[in-house]
């Protein structure tokens, strides 16, 4: 079922791509030129417009990746697996971005460019799970042995993302609190309107990349699966008549 | 191929255009001088502003009422500056901030009307170009990957019935 929903989704990449450049050109002109520059950070405040929606998007690609792991794991479906690699890969992408960005902005507002802060530290942490994903993907070389060894760790490292959310809550940190909770919205509306719109561009931008990943993804074990086909019709065809061998019937 | 290539030139292209763009708008808008080049070019005409820190035991004058006069020190030199304008919030001495307004040559004063607060634009440049230029590389590897997966699998003839191989030597 969720192949076909995939496969349907994948016919409006070309408009979700659209809207996410829309999207993004808008923000970056609310975020660089519209919006004021805020009373405490100045002008620095617009490396938010960047740095949040990138960790949004991280975390989001992580729960693409959580979800798929599962229903991996449940219904051994390869085409979910090629979507959770996908989602494993740009979120480890955007979970980098979000830790430069982040190090920039911190370098003139705390005058550092890393502190053992418990948000950074889980993020880091975050990063180091998928690096460690995408290598278990690259390492083994049964492909459904790799895909459930990776499932499982991707379903053992989501227990990082709560602790990345909740962490400037649990602990005291540099790192300032949630701007919006269930508490409620505490940032100004010209804060606000670029963070929502970028966040949004990000969000479909991360549905556009989803959808070319996983195709790249398809296409490539489809053309590795027909060169090992070839290749050992090729092997067939060398060696001669074997015992026990059979026409091929692969299609 | 070419479809994809042409559309990364548009977005390349757009990309170097709206750079243009915001350095003219930085070159115009935002830039800060020195105290040093403003004493040594003069410069007349329209509003500029300068980077400086307003140095200890200057500042004179009633914050509430917005009328102040205080001195911009530089690496080397010293701006006299008298500002006039709304109260400012930020202003205090060994303070490093932006004064906005007109040099006169002959008192060789600055007359500023406003004041605003360092900008750091290399940082925010900074941010903006890490995050943009490897998202816009990465997302271009992967179609152009797509693209020459396809090609392969169209040169490969994938889709077609693969002829079997007979093994019984005959």
Same mark, same amino acid.
């Given at each position: ?9 994948? /016919? ?20 660089? =030129? ?19 929606? %990138?960790?949004?998007?991280?975390? %989001? ?8 792991? =599962? ?7 390869? =085409?979910?697996? *090629? ?27 705390? *005058? ?35 895909? /459930? ?30 701007? =919006? ?40 074990? %489809? ?29 | ?30 830039? +800060? ?29 009633? &914050? ?16 006299? &500056? ?29 007359? +500023? ?13 900074? +941010? ?17 990957? &797509? ?24």
């Amino acid at each position: 079922m969720i192949s076909l929903v995939i496969k349907r989704l994948q /016919r409006y990449e070309g408009w979700v791509g659209g809207a996410a450049a829309l999207c993004l050109v808008t923000g970056l002109y609310l975020g660089l =030129i519209a919006s004021p520059p805020d009373y405490y950070q100045g002008e620095v405040v617009r490396i938010m417009y960047v740095h949040v929606p %990138l960790a949004h998007t991280a975390m %989001l690609a992580y729960g693409v990746l959580f979800g798929a792991s =599962i229903w991996y794991l449940w219904k051994r479906d390869p =085409i979910v697996d *090629n979507l959770a690699h996908a989602a494993a890969g740009i979120s480890a992408f955007f979970t980098a971005a979000a830790l430069v960005t982040g190090s920039i902005w911190a370098k003139p507002t705390w *005058n550092t460019w890393w502190t053992w802060d418990a948000r950074l530290v889980s993020f880091a942490v975050m990063f180091l799970i998928l690096a460690g994903y995408l290598m278990m993907r690259t390492f083994v070389d049964d492909p459904e042995r790799e895909a /459930r060894y990776a499932a499982v760790l991707a379903i053992v490292g989501f227990a990082d993302l709560p602790i990345v959310h909740f962490s400037v809550e649990w602990w005291r940190t540099l790192h300032q609190p949630l701007s =919006i909770s269930m508490r409620g919205v505490s940032m100004s509306g010209e804060i606000l309107v670029p963070l929502s719109v970028m966040s949004t561009g990000f969000t479909l931008l991360f549905g556009y990349m989803l959808m070319v990943r996983t195709q790249m993804l398809y296409l490539t074990r %489809l053309l590795q699966a027909k060169k090992g086909r070839l290749l050992s019709h090729a092997h067939v065809a060398q060696s001669g008549p074997q015992v026990g061998s059979q026409p091929s019937s692969a299609h | 191929m070419t479809r994809l290539y042409v559309r990364w030139s548009v977005i390349l292209v757009a990309g170097i255009v709206l750079a243009a763009l915001a350095s003219q708008y930085h070159a115009r808008h935002l830039a +800060a001088l020195t105290p040093e080049t403003v004493v040594a070019t003069s410069p007349t005409g329209t509003a500029i502003r300068v980077i400086g820190m307003v140095q200890g035991g200057t500042l004179e004058g009633e &914050v509430a009422t917005g009328s102040l006069r205080f001195q911009l020190g530089g690496a080397h030199d010293v701006l006299p &500056v008298q500002y006039q304008g709304p109260p400012p919030e930020n202003l205090r001495e060994l303070k490093t901030l932006v004064v906005i307004g007109r040099w006169i040559p002959e008192t060789r004063t600055f007359v +500023a009307h406003d004041l605003g607060l360092v900008a750091n634009y290399g940082f925010v440049m900074a +941010a903006y170009l890490a995050a943009l230029i490897p998202l816009g590389l990465f997302v271009f590897g992967m179609e152009r990957r &797509v693209s020459l997966l396809y090609r392969d699998i169209k040169e490969s003839k994938i889709y077609e019935p693969e002829a079997s191989v007979h093994v019984d030597g005959t």
